[in-house]
Each structure stands twice: as C-alpha cells, then as structure tokens.
C-alpha cells in the first residue's frame, strides 16, 4: 500500500500496484448531492476535499486513486469510485470505496413558473401546519381536532397575508384607518376561510390512504401580494425588514444561552413525552406516545417571511418576460431570465419536482437504491455509510426508510444528514401528493427497519442555516419509553419533572443532532472538519467519536446541573436586550437606506420607475377615483373569483361529507 500523503480529490495511479484487500473489508461511503444544477461526481470533490484532510488526521498515512473496475458478475463496472487505503495509528490497514450517488439526470426540469407556484403551494401549507402546531399544543388531545381550531389556523394564515396588500392599497394615515384596516381584513378573511377550514376537517374524517391533499393559501393570492409589492416597495421593504429585525434577535438569543440547554443535541423541551393505548381493534390496543410540543416564534415568522418573499420571484418572472417581449431590452431581459431559471428552474425547482411529481422522484431514488444494491452484493464491503446534504437527506431518508428493500439494509451502518430539509418536507407532507401518504415517517414499521448492527443517524445543523428552519431534526425523535399520560390533565399535558425527561431515551434510529458553528451557513459543513469530517472518518474506522457522543458532550459541558426553568429565563432576558439592540441598529440603517433610497429614486428617472408610477396611478384610478361602474365592475370581478373559490371547497366538501355517510 502506498503511503505517501495526498490532499487531491481523485488522483490516479496509473500502472501502480494493487493495494491487498485488508482482512476487515471495505467500507462503502454513499454521497448524495442536493438540489441544484451540478456536474457529475462535482459533489463528490466537494466531499473529498474535506472528507481527506480528516482521514489525514485520524490515520498516519493514506493513498488516494480512482477505480473505474469495480463490477459484479454478468454486470458492466461502475466508473469513478474513489478507493481511499488508510494505516491507521494502531498499525491496522482499512480501505474505503467513495461514490456520488449522482441523480441530477434523473430529472426533467421545467420552466420557472411552475416550480414557482409549486413552491407556494408547499411553503403556505408548512407555515399553516406550524400555526396548527402552535395552536394545537394549547389543547388537550380530545380536542385538537376540532371545527374551530381548523377555522382559527386558516384565519390566522389568510389574515397575515391579507394584511399586507390591504396596508398597501389603503396606505391608512391615521389610528382610525388602520383601525378600519384592520377590521375590514379580519371580516373579509373570515368569510374567505370559513369553506376551506370545514373541507379540511373533513379529510381528517377520511382514512389516510382517501385523504386528498389541502391547499395552503389561494393561487390568486400570490399576484395580488406581486401587485401590492410594485404598488408600495417601501412598505413591503419595511414590512419584510421588520421581520428579519424580530427573527434574527430570536436566533442570536438561542445562540447565547445554548451553553445552558437541558440536552446535549436540543435546546428545546421535546423530550416531554406521555404514553398512551389506542384501541386498534375491541380486543386490541397497542401504545403510542404523544408529547407536549409549541413551535416557536421564531419557526412561525421564518415561515411567513418565506411566503411574503415568493412574489418577488413571481415579479421578477414577468419583467425579464416582458423586457424580452419589449425587443429594446431584450438582452438585459434574457440575462435576467437565465439567472431567474437558475434560482427557480435548478434550485427551487429539484425540490418541488422531487416533492409533488412522484415519477421523478421514483427515477431519483433508483440512482441511489441501485447503487446501494451494487454495493450490497460487493463481497468485499463489509458496511455502507451513506452521507447526504440539503435536498439529498430527503432522498436518502426515502430511501433507506420507506423504498429501499428490506434484504439490502443489513450492511447500512451510518446515515449521515448535513443542512437537511426534512423538517420541512414532514410540515408540508399533506400538501405533496394527490392522495394523502406518509412519505417520511417518523415512526417505523411493525417489523422494523433491519439495519446493521449498531447503525446511527448523525444530523449537522446551525444555528444561520434557513434550510434547517434554524432547527436540528426533533421531530424525529422517538421514545423507547415514556411516562403514562395523566387521566385528568386538564387543558394541557403537564410538564415532565427533569429526572422523567432524562430517563426518555431515543430509539436507535433516530437523529443525534450536532450543532455546528453559525458560520456553517448551509454549504460550510463540507469543509467542517472538527464537527463533521473527522468524527464520520473516526466512526467509518471503527472509532467512538467524542464529537458525536452525546453523553461525554454533555459531561463536557456540565449540562446536569442546567435547569429547563433558568434556561428559558435566560432565553427571554436575552431576546429582550437583543430585540432592543436589533431595533435601534434597525433604525439606524433604515435611515441610512432611506437617504440611499431618496437619491436613487432622484436619481433614475428612466424607464422602471415612470412605469411603477403609471401602475400606482391606474391602481389609483381604478380604485379610488374611477367610475362607480369601473369600481363596481372590479368589486363584482373580485366577488366571483372569491365566490368561486368559495363554492369549490363547499362542492368538495360536501362530496366528502356524501363518503363518509356511505361509509357508515
């Protein structure tokens, strides 16, 4: 075996000897890419260059070459794999094949829009979940699905972005008009709502393989909030700047009490689980457990942020198609137009083709289930470990829990998931399909998932990474045992005393969730050697790494004398003074970008501003100082699309209502 040490992602050896097979087999590493246009085994240099300098630091000495003659029986070779052949510090020899699970020409991508509308299809869903979430914790189980819950989650959802384009066409300049404002957009919300928030209680009637996806918020929304934009931006600036100034104070407080958290892969109370028997038949019950769980603020103005920023994408659409129609700015509008289907087309768009077309996401899933396969039947691999970021976690959770087949999960030691989006893809599941299906489980199946022996699923996150909501993987955390929940609990599950929450241990396939540093972002974990390179090298090396270690981390960290109750003092001390300090920065750059805003404005009198101010006088004119026939026509065109969208939901509501009679 060659010792010399080398830094080169693929370096080739050509007419060199082949390294001996070491007597412990090989170790297959799986690199699953995310969304985004890249080229092939692109992802996988990516990987090497800070997967490398580990395998530096945890062996004394490694060779580097590329294979492309590894091949089973009757079967062709599979080209560029990475063969890694390491000595480790106690004199033992261990070689690692590495290969991208390259799935990008699996897709057919398709035209801005549609992963545009797909996006604000799923977005608005997931922020209304949370809200369902937030509202829902405050109940007790027999009542979380109740008619009115349903109701005051869909006004909650409609009535926020209503706000804002009502903000913007009233421009109110005194208490009495946004009073008036405020008032007329709650009443107006709540006749909106009041069909779709009864069609979604009766799908929860229906079962799981009959229930049909719930929308979020209407399509129509999406252009009126465009148009509101172009008609106020400084109000949608300030509107959308105001919310970063709440949501980034929320982050920055977590960050600096996080030394002071209960758990060691937490910092919230989701270990406050209760037991309890359904009845599966009336001689059957088994146990499930629920828990005592609010998302925070902080995931509910995240969530609307997002839906606030999908407009802009729609705007931006529309002037390159117009600057290309135009001829005159022609290619100012086809620069502008490629850069847009970059962002919408590539990146947006794997998501959503992925998450609600489920041809595509089956030819996605193939790459990586036969490369699993290949690799399984190999007789030289002695384990698989599969690593994945952003869009790929989701691949590879599909795969290896749900579609993967059973017989091929033996030799799957490690899952490890770096700026995963499942937690958004779980808030969004009901929205994805046209029949409702549970696509990423949380719970596994009765006979259990037959991994290798001692497997984990390791899960990085950061605190600044907005594909994460900011938030590692809890939702996936499941008790092998919890407390029976209380007969008489009231309105809301009591909290557990410390010494219960500590006894409630995950199950061995759950996520042990390490924080990273803020700096991570979303791509900085494929160079973070201290936190994700070294302690994967040191386990595919049979090591325990102490990172990953959640028990000699919080021995480390002396977190058994942090008390859930001072921790959440701290946290809201903390949000307080920083809330305090964001808001006076705010105002100060808002000043500063105010007078920027001025002189712009001043300055350019060409062509984009003189046509936003025709589109404020014709909305003017329309609206305010039209004809009463011309505002008589608009409110009798707005009365039809809400009346038409009102009856839809009646008419499907009232057909589930006919299946659900039959069915009794």
């Known amino acids: 075996m060659a010792t010399k040490k080398t830094n080169r992602p693929m370096a ?21 890419k995310g969304a985004g246009p890249q080229g092939q085994d692109e992802t996988l240099d990516a990987f090497l260059r800070g997967f490398l300098p580990a395998v530096n630091v945890v062996a004394n000495d490694h060779a580097v070459r590329e294979r492309s003659d590894l091949a089973l029986e009757g079967q062709p070779p599979m080209p560029r794999v990475a063969e890694i052949d390491a000595r480790l510090k106690d004199g033992s020899q261990r070689r690692l094949w590495v290969k991208e699970a390259y799935w990008e020409n699996a897709l057919r991508r398709r035209g801005a829009l549609t992963p545009l509308m797909g996006e604000w299809h799923m977005a608005t869903y997931a922020w209304g979940r949370v809200l369902y979430d937030w509202l829902r914790g405050t109940l007790p189980k027999e009542r979380q699905k109740d008619f009115w819950l349903f109701y005051l989650y869909f006004f909650l959802m409609h009535y926020l972005v209503f706000l804002f384009p009502v903000f913007a066409l009233s421009q109110p300049a005194n208490p009495m008009q946004v009073l008036q404002a405020v008032l007329g957009t709650a009443l107006f919300t709540g006749l909106v709502v009041w069909p779709r928030a009864r069609l979604s209680r009766a799908v929860f009637d229906l079962p799981l393989n009959e229930r049909r996806p719930i929308s979020g918020i209407f399509g129509w929304v999406l252009a009126t909030l465009a148009a509101a934009i172009l008609y106020s931006p400084l109000l949608y600036l300030r509107w959308a700047a105001t919310l970063v100034l709440i949501i980034l104070p929320l982050l920055w407080a977590r960050g600096r009490v996080w030394r002071l958290r209960e758990f060691p892969d937490s910092d919230t109370n989701w270990r406050n689980y209760y037991s309890y028997k359904k009845r599966v038949t009336p001689r059957k019950y088994v146990t499930r457990t629920i828990q005592r769980y609010v998302p925070t603020m902080s995931s509910i103005l995240y969530r609307y942020l997002l839906v606030l920023l999908l407009p802009i994408g729609l705007i931006v659409v529309l002037l390159s198609q ?123 199946p009765e006979e259990g998932y037959g991994f290798a022996e001692g497997f984990r699923w390791f899960n990085c996150w950061n605190l600044l990474d907005p594909a994460t909501e900011f938030y590692s993987l809890d939702e996936y955390f499941v008790p092998r045992s919890a407390p029976e929940m209380p007969k008489d609990h009231g309105r809301t599950l009591p909290e557990l005393p410390r010494e219960e929450r500590m006894r409630i241990l995950p199950e061995d396939y759950c996520p042990i969730n390490i924080k990273t540093p803020f700096t991570d972002l979303h791509s900085g974990y494929w160079n973070n050697l201290a936190d994700v390179h070294k302690p994967f090298a040191e386990r595919i090396f049979g090591m325990v790494p102490k990172r990953w270690d959640m028990e000699a981390l919080a021995e480390a960290e002396n977190l058994a004398t942090n008390s859930a109750r001072y921790y959440r003092r701290a946290l809201a001390v903390n949000r307080l003074g920083l809330a305090l300090v964001s808001g006076a920065a705010g105002a100060v750059v808002g000043q500063l970008l105010w007078a920027l805003y001025t002189t712009v404005s001043d300055w350019m009198n060409g062509l984009l501003v003189d046509w936003i101010g025709q589109f404020q006088s014709t909305v003017d004119l329309l609206l305010w100082a039209g004809s009463p026939a011309v505002r008589l026509g608009l409110l009798t065109l707005l009365s039809l699309l809400l009346a038409g969208a009102w009856l839809q939901d009646v008419l499907v509501w009232r057909q589930l209502q006919r299946r659900l009679a039959l069915k009794r």
């Open 12 to 32: 080739k050896t050509k007419g060199s000897k082949k390294a001996p097979m070491p007597q412990s087999g090989v170790s297959a590493v799986l690199v699953v």
């Open 322 to 444: 117009a600057m290309i129609w135009s001829k005159v700015l022609e290619a100012p509008g086809k620069w502008l137009d490629y850069v847009v289907s970059v962002a919408m087309s590539d990146f947006m768009g794997d998501i959503v083709l992925y998450a609600r077309f489920p041809d595509q996401a089956q030819r996605v899933r193939s790459t990586l289930i036969d490369q699993i396969q290949f690799f399984h039947q190999h007789p030289d691999v002695k384990e698989i470990h599969v690593f994945a970021h952003s869009l790929g976690t989701v691949i590879g959770y599909e795969t290896l829990f749900k579609h993967l087949p059973r017989e091929y999960r033996s030799k799957i030691k490690t899952y490890v998931t770096v700026g995963s989006v499942l937690s958004a893809m779980n808030k969004a599941n009901a929205a994805l399909d046209e029949r409702y299906t549970q696509r990423f489980p949380v719970y596994p």
